[in-house]
T-cell receptor, first 113, second 113 residues
Framework: AQKVTQAQTEISVVEKEDVTLDCVYE???????LFWYKQPPSGELVFLIRRNSFDEQNEISGRYSWNFQKSTSSFNFTITASQVVDSAVYFC??????????FGQGTELSVKP | DGGITQSPKYLFRKEGQNVTLSCEQN?????MYWYRQDPGQGLRLIYY???????QKGDIAEGYSVSREKKESFPLTVTSAQKNPTAFYLC????????????FGPGTRLTVL
């Protein structure tokens, strides 16, 4: 069975704090993709990152960074020096290349000024 | 601009009425998907289509129907058999070269009164 778990339902931080959103996944496949999407209040899903299961290198994009560890089946997302505009719901998702993207429950991040 | 459009943004219907949600893409993608999102939950797959004139049920297909007569269009009908139709509906598409990255439309928020 495939599953994505985002244990943090809501996180609240003050602007400029660093925050990490956790994602743990389950799959028996050896080839898969992991994703993070951002959903602002408007509702549209914004693509943040895709990670191939064979590439465990961590990635940094501006204030965003991702830590992929196959040994613990985790794909955590860190926002450094958070800003109010980062407030949104963030989804982690798994795709085994069958096209059926499996989403976690989402983490609602609130960044207060 | 290439993208996915969903209309309308907000839709109200009376209980017992069928309603059709529109999804159009001009990305020349073969695969298209419909997801449902309920408050505080992740997205769940309703139906998907990997090629014109073919579609498969997702995890929560009961009470829904789709058609795929054209590559660009994948309308979703919410029938009166759907017991809890009020939700946010997101359409997505996927191209062969996109390595699993789906493109999402802006969504339609359906409220059944």
């Amino acid at each position: 069975a495939q599953k994505v778990t985002q244990a943090q339902t809501e996180i609240s931080v003050v602007e400029k704090e660093d925050v990490t959103l956790d994602c743990v996944y389950e799959t028996r496949d050896t080839t898969y993709y992991l994703f993070w999407y951002k959903q602002p209040p408007s509702g549209e899903l914004v693509f943040l990152i895709r990670r191939n299961s064979f590439d465990e290198q961590n990635e940094i994009s501006g204030r965003y960074s991702w830590n992929f560890q196959k040994s613990t089946s985790s794909f955590n997302f860190t926002i450094t020096a958070s800003q109010v505009v980062d407030s949104a719901v963030y989804f982690c998702a798994l795709d085994n290349q069958g096209g059926k993207l499996i989403f976690g429950q989402g983490t609602e991040l609130s960044v207060k000024p | 601009d290439g993208g996915i459009t969903q209309s309308p943004k907000y839709l109200f219907r009376k209980e017992g009425q069928n309603v059709t949600l529109s999804c159009e893409q001009n990305l020349n993608h073969d695969a298209m998907y419909w997801y449902r999102q309920d408050p505080g939950q992740g997205l769940r797959l309703i139906y998907y289509s990997q090629i014109v004139n073919d579609f498969q049920k997702g995890d929560i297909a009961e009470g829904y129907s789709v058609s795929r007569e054209k590559k660009e269009s994948f309308p979703l009908t919410v029938t009166s058999a759907q017991k809890n139709p009020t939700a946010f509906y997101l359409c997505a598409s996927l191209g062969l070269a996109d390595e699993g990255r789906k493109f999402f439309g802006p969504g339609t928020r359906l409220t059944v009164l």
